[in-house]
């Protein structure tokens, strides 16, 4: 059976465990997790960034996560799809051998200036490089969704779009006009994917782009709340609910507040919920466009 060993973390390499005085029988033993050839774990990764934790054991000198799985470790927006899949993005530079493996997906890149950093105590692509790499793994829109998760609003330190500007400029990348669509549609000051999402289902429809996590203040200049979307000139205001608002009861009331002092200043407080999202999508901008008409 798997048994503890000194200096052994929760994922160790083969060699490591026979150092740290385990067996080779021990270490055969199927009471192991066995994620990626020659690594041995007390329990078995389930995201990709646990992955990324049970693969750096082995990662030699000049290898780097990438792709999506630099996205994930800087906590970028993925579709849940892509943040499901087990295996690893991993990267060399020119003059190393990609890796190969079980649950590894090897990437041999150009070698930027300041191409990896640390995160987690791991080598990975730094966030706006990991970002123009996902051009070969996502479509436009989740495209934008990610690069706007580096710019939000609450992000412990949100990169600027001029870093991202930077990055796509520098050329020479795959799928690079992907990267050239992509980079004007990206906005600052987002909170969530669906904010994202609601904001470009708006614009596409051919409505006026809304300012985005605006304050709204009273007559006097008080501060009455932050709101998702915002036309300041008709006084319309546009909410996107998830499932959060409805089952916190905390969240819910003071939602009703909020709402209750924006009518009462008269503003319009359109509130569109997930399941809009997912069935309803061609009403939203008739809903919006007639507020507008009321207003206009």
Request: charged share 25%; proline share 7%.
């Amino acid at each position: 059976m798997a048994r503890n060993a000194p200096g052994l973390g929760d994922a160790f390499t083969y060699s490591d465990g026979l150092a740290a005085g385990l067996t080779p029988a021990e270490l055969r033993h199927d009471s192991w997790a066995k994620p990626f050839h020659g690594v041995r774990a007390f329990t078995a990764p389930t995201t990709v960034v646990e992955l990324a934790e049970h693969y750096a054991p082995k990662m030699p000198v000049g290898q780097f996560f990438s792709h999506t799985t630099a996205a994930l470790l800087h906590g970028m927006w993925l579709p849940l799809v892509v943040e499901q899949r087990t295996e690893v993005h991993v990267a060399v530079r020119p003059g190393q051998r990609q890796p190969r493996g079980r649950g590894v997906r090897g990437h041999l890149l150009v070698d930027r200036p300041g191409l990896v950093t640390e995160v987690q105590g791991l080598p990975v692509a730094r966030a706006e490089e990991a970002w123009c790499q996902l051009a070969t793994v996502l479509g436009l829109d989740d495209l934008v969704i990610a690069g706007e998760s580096l710019l939000a609003k609450g992000r412990p330190q949100p990169l600027t779009l001029h870093a991202l500007l930077r990055a796509v400029r520098a050329g020479d990348r795959p799928r690079q006009s992907l990267l050239n669509r992509a980079l004007p549609e990206l906005r600052a000051g987002v909170r969530s994917p669906k904010e994202t999402e609601l904001r470009r289902l708006i614009v596409a429809a051919g409505l006026p782009e809304p300012l985005i996590n605006e304050d709204v203040l009273d007559e006097q200049g008080r501060w009455i709340a932050e709101c998702d979307l915002v036309y300041p000139q008709w006084r319309i205001v546009i909410e996107y609910e998830g499932e959060l608002h409805f089952v916190d009861k905390a969240i819910l009331l003071k939602d009703v507040h909020r709402y209750e002092l924006l009518q009462a200043l008269g503003w319009r407080v359109i509130r569109i919920t997930k399941d809009d999202l997912a069935h309803r999508r061609d009403d939203i901008p008739q809903r919006i466009r007639a507020a507008i008409a009321s207003r206009a």
